[in-house]
């Protein structure tokens, strides 16, 4: 493990402190990623403590006298390089350009640009309601952010209650362009778009909170958000909240279809686009639209009785994995099948199978009596890739669900605390704002934690102690440096 680390070392020519490294008073190498290093803080020191006979003894904690004279003190000094980098991507310009619209007039204490930027300084150091900028309000640097005064929270709620459709669409356009914005330039050859939705129970009265399908809590009131991602980056690229017994279907087209069309703006027209979808993409309108825009799609086919008898009359299978007493443990066909519907709005979609006597996850359908085999069916538009990439294809899809769970325990998409639902929709959106932009500002300026989850980034750049003080017409924050790995 230690030659593996030194060698990669060498052939990157940086220092890659507390990641299956030798510890330097330790004579056995460590085999855990430690991230202490990250925020300066010591290895452990167990060997070199038990070769000396000491045994670590915690201190009487009533013994240390309390100071609380201090009142400079802040523990999200990272909000800084985060405000100022949103800055200079002229986040706040757009905000003022798109919603300032919203509160007019000379008696303006708080403007809509400067609650909104606030909003997103919360979601970004943890707080995931409104309520939870009262905690932040004693905090000296971000009242200094808010411009000097952290207005109540009924005066947020108020804010957010502003929002119309209108501007919950323009909201909506400026969270897809920072996530855009990562994909733009990077000059791939190929994308993976995930679309998928999400059942967020809630505990209220809210508006637009309906009973719907919820495999969790039956019966309990719900929102059924829906996003889209692309896989490469993480980068959320869509999103929209629905009422909870909105389901997945035709309605959703227009939506689907204006994110591809973004999207294929960004990556320009030579990229090739992969749209995933689980089962309740199987709709002949939202199959036409791909077409129609020039995508590939992967969608998992709803096991319909017409579809499962062809499936089981199928004879011409092919295997592609065998065991070690060389019998079939996976086999592709591609069935000759065509729904009605399709075959009306001229679409044409290649029916891909897969049975596999390994698979253990998932809605197991067994259709042959005299054969262990569970099936699962593929449907695209894409004629010419092995029946074996596409089902590894749609398989990778399944990274959109820790994106999900990410935004729900780091951003806390599934809270709501407005009775109204446009006001929910906006904080909803300015939450994947949130995530967008801090992705985008780890990308940046911080490369060195791109493949860190949320939870990591914010207590190493985010949730960093410091200290406030004013010298003449100067404001100085004092913190402590990271200690990153050296840039190639």
Same mark, same amino acid.
């Given at each position: 493990?230690?030659?593996a680390?030194?060698?990669?070392?060498?052939?990157?020519?940086?220092?890659?402190?507390?990641?299956?490294?030798?510890?330097?008073?330790?004579?056995?190498p460590?085999t855990?990623?430690?991230?202490?290093?990250?925020?300066?803080?010591?290895?452990?020191?167990g060997?070199?403590?038990?070769?000396?006979?000491?045994?670590?003894?915690?201190?009487?904690?009533?013994?240390?006298?309390?100071?609380?004279?201090?009142?400079?003190?802040?523990?999200?000094?990272?909000?800084?390089?985060?405000?100022?980098?949103?800055? *200079?991507?002229?986040?706040?310009?757009?905000?003022?350009?798109?919603?300032?619209?919203?509160?007019?007039?000379?008696?303006?204490?708080?403007?809509?640009?400067?609650?909104?930027?606030?909003?997103?300084?919360?979601?970004?150091?943890?707080?995931?309601?409104?309520?939870?900028?009262?905690?932040?309000?004693?905090?000296?640097?971000?009242?200094?952010?808010?411009?000097?005064?952290?207005?109540?929270?009924?005066?947020?709620?108020?804010?957010?209650?502003?929002?119309?459709?209108?501007?919950?669409?323009?909201?909506?356009?400026?969270?897809?362009?920072?996530?855009?914005?990562?994909?733009?330039?990077?000059?791939?050859?190929?994308?993976?778009?995930?679309?998928?939705?999400?059942?967020?129970?809630?505990?209220g009265?809210?508006?637009?909170?309906?009973?719907?399908?919820?495999?969790?809590?039956?019966?309990?009131?719900?929102?059924?958000?829906?996003?889209?991602?692309?896989?490469?980056?993480?980068?959320?690229?869509?999103?929209?909240?629905?009422?909870?017994?909105?389901?997945?279907?035709?309605?959703?087209?227009?939506?689907?279809?204006?994110?591809?069309?973004?999207?294929?703006?960004?990556?320009?027209p030579?990229?090739?686009?992969?749209?995933?979808?689980?089962?309740?993409?199987?709709?002949?309108?939202?199959?036409?639209?791909?077409?129609?825009?020039?995508?590939?799609?992967?969608?998992?086919?709803?096991?319909t009785?017409?579809?499962?008898?062809?499936?089981?009359?199928?004879?011409?299978?092919?295997?592609?994995?065998?065991d070690?007493?060389?019998?079939?443990?996976?086999?592709?066909?591609?069935?000759?099948?065509?729904?009605?519907?399709?075959?009306?709005?001229?679409?044409?979609?290649?029916?891909?199978?897969?049975?596999? *006597?390994?698979?253990?996850?998932?809605?197991?359908?067994?259709?042959?009596?005299?054969?262990?085999?569970?099936?699962?069916?593929?449907?695209?538009?894409?004629?010419?890739?092995?029946?074996?990439?596409?089902?590894?294809?749609?398989?990778?899809?399944?990274?959109?669900?820790?994106?999900?769970?990410?935004?729900?325990?780091?951003?806390a998409?599934?809270?709501?605390s407005?009775?109204?639902?446009?006001?929910?929709?906006?904080?909803?959106?300015?939450?994947?704002?949130?995530?967008?932009?801090?992705?985008r500002?780890?990308?940046?300026?911080?490369?060195?934690l791109?493949?860190?989850?949320?939870?990591?980034?914010?207590?190493v750049?985010?949730?960093?102690?410091g200290?406030?003080?004013?010298?003449?017409?100067?404001?100085?924050?004092?913190?402590?440096?990271?200690?990153?790995?050296?840039?190639?």
């Open positions: 493990m230690r030659c680390a030194e060698s990669l070392k060498k052939a990157l020519g940086v220092s890659i402190p507390g990641i299956y490294e030798m510890n330097r008073n330790d004579d056995t460590s855990r990623k430690v991230r202490r290093g990250v925020r300066g803080g010591k290895r452990g020191q060997h070199r403590l038990q070769r000396a006979g000491r045994r670590v003894r915690r201190p009487d904690p009533r013994a240390i006298r309390f100071d609380d004279t201090e009142a400079s003190l802040t523990s999200a000094a990272g909000l800084v390089g985060f405000a100022a980098y949103v800055r *200079r991507l002229g986040v706040d310009r757009a905000l003022r350009e798109r919603f300032a619209h919203l509160k007019t007039g000379a008696q303006v204490v708080y403007p809509m640009a400067a609650q909104l930027r606030l909003l997103l300084d919360a979601f970004v150091a943890g707080e995931g309601r409104v309520f939870g900028v009262e905690s932040l309000a004693s905090d000296p640097l971000f009242i200094h952010l808010a411009g000097g005064f952290v207005p109540s929270i009924d005066v947020l709620y108020d804010d957010l209650m502003r929002f119309s459709e209108a501007e919950i669409a323009m909201l909506e356009e400026l969270v897809a362009e920072h996530g855009l914005a990562r994909v733009r330039g990077k000059g791939l050859a190929r994308v993976h778009v995930d679309i998928d939705s999400t059942v967020t129970e809630i505990y009265a809210q508006e637009g909170a309906m009973v719907g399908p919820n495999p969790r809590h039956r019966g309990r009131p719900s929102y059924h958000p829906l996003l889209a991602r692309v896989a490469e980056l993480d980068a959320v690229i869509g999103a929209r909240l629905r009422p909870g017994d909105t389901s997945f279907g035709e309605a959703d087209v227009p939506t689907i279809r204006a994110w591809l069309e973004r999207l294929r703006a960004a990556v320009g030579d990229c090739v686009i992969v749209v995933r979808v689980d089962a309740a993409g199987d709709c002949t309108a939202l199959f036409c639209a791909f077409d129609e825009l020039g995508v590939l799609f992967v969608v998992k086919g709803r096991q009785p017409d579809l499962v008898g062809a499936l089981a009359a199928w004879k011409a299978w092919r295997t592609v994995d065998i070690a007493d060389e019998r079939a443990t996976r086999q592709v066909a591609t069935v000759v099948f065509g729904r009605g519907e399709w075959r009306e709005q001229g679409v044409s979609v290649r029916v891909v199978a897969v049975r596999s *006597r390994e698979r253990d996850t998932g809605k197991q359908v067994y259709l042959w009596p005299d054969l262990d085999f569970s099936v699962q069916v593929y449907l695209t538009n894409d004629w010419h890739a092995h029946e074996d990439e596409l089902a590894h294809t749609y398989d990778a899809r399944a990274g959109i669900e820790p994106l999900i769970a990410e935004l729900k325990g780091g951003f998409i599934g809270k709501y407005s009775a109204s639902f446009d006001a929910n929709h906006a904080a909803f959106l300015l939450k994947l704002l949130a995530y967008n932009l801090l992705r500002y780890v990308e940046d300026d911080v490369p060195e791109t493949s860190w989850r949320v939870a990591w980034i914010r207590r750049v985010v949730l960093r102690p200290r406030i003080t004013r010298s003449g017409r100067s404001t100085i924050l004092r913190t402590r440096p990271l200690s990153l790995p050296m840039r190639c």
